[in-house]
C-alpha cells in the first residue's frame, strides 16, 4: 500500500467531509499539512465533548454491578454505531458521485475504500466513543488493574469498532448489487435505518419494563452480549477469553469477506450504482407533478427531502437518541418519579420543561434547520419563478416546524407516561415543547438561510455548518444546564411557596411572553420583512 497516497486521499476527504471547516481555517491562513493537522484536531476535540456530555449520564452507574445496564447501553452505542456507518458509508461512497474524479488519478481499489472509510470511521467514532467509557468505569470498579483495564478498553472496542464498519460495509455493498437498491436507492436506504430506528426504541421500552422490582435499578441482561461484561468484571475467566476469542475470529472473518466481495470490485460496483442513479427516470415525477395545482406541487415537492437516508437517522439521531440519552438514567430507571399527586400549581414548571425540551432537541443537524439548503441549486430557480420567495419560505418553515413538532412532543409524551404526569400538567408540557420548538425552529431556519449551501455532496456537510460538532455538544450542554438550573429554582419556589404559586407562575408566564414577543420581533424585522421587500 503507498501510505503517501493513502494520506492524500485522506486528506482530501477530510477537507470535503467538513467544507465550511475547512474555508474557515484556509482564511485564516491554514494549508497543506497545517490544514489537514487543524481538521484532525478538531476531530479530537469533538470526541472529548461528545465523552463529556455522555459521561455526565454514565458515571453515575456502577456497571460492574449492574449487567443488565451494561449490556443495554453496549446494545444502544452499538446500533447508533451501526447506523452512523451505514449511512455514512452510503454518502461517503454513492450519494457523493465524486468517482469521476478519481477514474484518471493512479488509486488502487483499496486505497480508495480505506481513504473514505477512514471518513466514515472520523464520523462513527464520537458516536461509540461512550462504549470506551462504560468499559474502562466496569473494569476499574470492579477492580481489574487499571493498565489492564484501559489495555482492555482500547482492544474490544477497536474490535467491535472494525466489526461494525465492515459488517455495515458488507450489508450495503450487498444491497447495491440488488436492482432494487439500484431503482430505489433511497427508500431501500430509510427502510435500513427506520429498523434501526425500531431495534433502539424497542430496546428502550424493553429495559424500562425488564425488571420486576420499581425499586431496581438494573434490569434484564441483553444475553448476547454478557460474555463482553464478563471480560471485564473477570478478564482472566474462561468466557472472557472465549469471547475475546470470539471477536478476533469474527474480525478476521469479516475482513476477508470485505476483501473478497467489497475491495476486489469497488470501481465497478461504484460505477454501476452512480450510472443507475443517474439514469432514474425523473419524468414520471414530472408528469406527476403536471395533474396538481401550484401549492400542491410545492407540498409535493417538500415531501422528497424526507427521501434523504442521512437525513432520516439524523432526524432521529438527534432530535430523540440525544435527550433520550440526556434524560435516560433518570427517566427509565427504577428511580424515576411518579408525578401523579401534582397539583395545578405546577403548569408552569412543566410549561417550562417543555420549552427546555425542545432548546435541547431542536438543533442544527433537525430537518428545520437544513431545509432549505436540501433544495440545493433547486432553491435559485424557484426564486426566479413568479412566485413569493417569503411565502415560498414560510412553506419550507411550516414543513420543517411540523415534523420537528411531532418528535419532540412524542418525546414529552413518553415523559408524561413514564413519570404518570396528570393529564393538565402533560398538556402544558406538550404545549410548551410546541411553543419552544416554534422559536428553536424560526432561528435554526433563519440560520440556514444565512449558511445556505448549494454544491454539498453528503448531508453531513449541512450538519457541520457553523460551529459543527462542538458547537451542537456545547450547545445542548449548555441548554440541558441552564434549563436544570432554571427548573430546579422554579420548582423549589413552587414547592416552598404553594401560597404563592399563582402569583410565581404569573411572574414566570410574563417573562417567557417578553422574552418570546422579543425574540419574534427580531425574527420579523431582521429576516421575515426583509425577505419580503
Request: proline share 3%.
Amino acid at each position: 500500500m503507498n501510505k503517501q497516497q493513502l494520506r492524500a486521499l485522506l486528506a482530501v476527504n477530510l477537507r470535503l467531509l467538513n467544507p465550511q471547516a475547512t474555508d474557515r481555517l484556509r482564511k485564516k491562513g491554514a494549508t497543506g499539512k497545517v490544514l489537514t493537522q487543524k481538521l484532525t484536531h478538531q476531530f479530537y476535540w469533538n470526541v472529548l465533548i461528545f465523552l463529556g456530555i455522555y459521561g455526565l449520564s454514565l458515571v453515575m452507574f456502577d456497571f460492574s454491578k449492574l449487567p443488565g445496564m451494561f449490556t443495554f447501553y453496549v446494545a444502544l452505542f452499538i446500533l447508533l454505531g451501526i447506523s452512523q456507518s451505514i449511512s455514512g458509508i452510503y454518502n461517503v461512497f454513492f450519494a457523493g458521485n465524486d468517482l469521476v474524479a478519481y477514474l484518471p488519478l493512479p488509486f488502487r481499489n483499496h486505497e480508495i475504500f480505506i481513504s473514505k472509510l477512514l471518513v466514515v470511521v472520523l464520523n462513527t467514532i464520537p458516536f461509540t466513543t461512550p462504549l470506551m467509557l462504560i468499559f474502562a468505569l466496569t473494569a476499574i470498579r470492579a477492580h481489574v488493574f487499571i493498565v489492564s483495564a484501559l489495555l482492555l478498553t482500547i482492544i474490544v472496542y477497536a474490535l467491535i469498532l472494525s466489526l461494525i464498519l465492515m459488517l455495515c460495509s458488507l450489508l450495503v455493498f450487498g444491497l447495491t448489487k440488488l436492482k432494487l437498491f439500484q431503482q430505489h436507492q433511497k427508500v431501500v436506504m430509510n427502510l435500513m435505518l427506520a429498523l434501526n430506528l425500531i431495534l433502539i426504541l424497542g430496546g428502550l421500552f424493553f429495559l424500562n419494563h425488564g425488571s420486576n422490582n420499581p425499586n431496581q435499578l438494573d434490569h434484564a441482561v441483553l444475553t448476547p452480549l454478557f460474555p463482553i461484561f464478563k471480560i471485564f468484571t473477570v478478564p482472566t475467566s474462561t468466557t472472557s477469553l472465549l469471547a475475546l476469542g470470539t471477536l478476533v475470529g469474527l474480525s478476521l472473518v469479516l475482513a476477508l469477506l470485505t476483501r473478497q466481495y467489497v475491495l476486489a470490485h469497488l470501481v465497478e460496483q461504484l460505477t454501476l450504482v452512480n450510472t443507475a442513479l443517474a439514469s432514474t427516470p425523473a419524468h414520471v415525477k414530472r408528469q406527476h407533478h403536471q395533474r396538481h395545482g401550484l401549492k400542491q406541487m410545492l407540498n409535493s415537492y417538500q415531501l422528497q427531502v424526507l427521501k434523504e437516508p442521512n437525513l432520516v437517522f439524523q432526524l432521529f439521531s438527534t432530535s430523540i437518541l440525544m435527550p433520550i440519552i440526556l434524560i435516560f438514567p433518570w427517566l427509565f430507571s427504577g428511580s424515576a418519579s411518579n408525578f401523579s399527586q401534582l397539583s395545578l400549581n405546577w403548569l408552569g414548571v412543566w410549561f417550562t420543561v417543555g420549552i427546555f425540551l425542545a432548546v435541547i432537541t431542536v438543533n442544527q443537524t433537525t430537518l428545520v434547520a437544513n431545509i432549505i439548503s436540501l433544495d440545493k441549486m433547486n432553491f435559485e430557480f424557484i426564486k426566479a419563478l413568479p412566485i413569493s420567495t417569503s411565502q415560498y419560505l414560510w412553506q419550507k418553515f411550516y414543513w420543517g416546524y411540523g415534523l420537528q413538532t411531532a418528535i419532540t412532543a412524542i418525546i414529552a409524551l413518553i415523559v408524561a407516561l413514564v413519570t404518570r404526569l396528570p393529564l393538565l400538567l402533560s398538556l402544558a408540557l406538550i404545549l410548551g415543547v410546541t411553543w419552544g420548538t416554534y422559536l428553536m425552529s424560526q432561528h435554526y431556519f433563519i440560520r440556514d438561510y444565512h449558511l445556505r449551501s448549494t454544491n454539498w455532496t453528503n448531508v453531513t456537510q449541512l450538519f457541520n455548518r457553523g460551529s459543527g460538532n462542538i458547537g451542537l455538544v456545547l450547545g445542548t450542554m449548555a441548554g440541558a444546564i441552564a434549563g436544570a438550573i432554571i427548573i430546579g429554582i422554579y420548582s423549589w419556589l413552587i414547592g416552598s411557596q404553594s401560597a404563592l404559586a399563582f402569583l410565581i407562575n404569573l411572574i414566570v408566564f410574563a417573562i417567557i411572553i417578553i422574552i418570546s414577543g422579543g425574540l419574534l420581533w427580531y425574527y420579523r424585522q431582521s429576516f421575515w420583512r426583509t425577505l419580503a421587500q
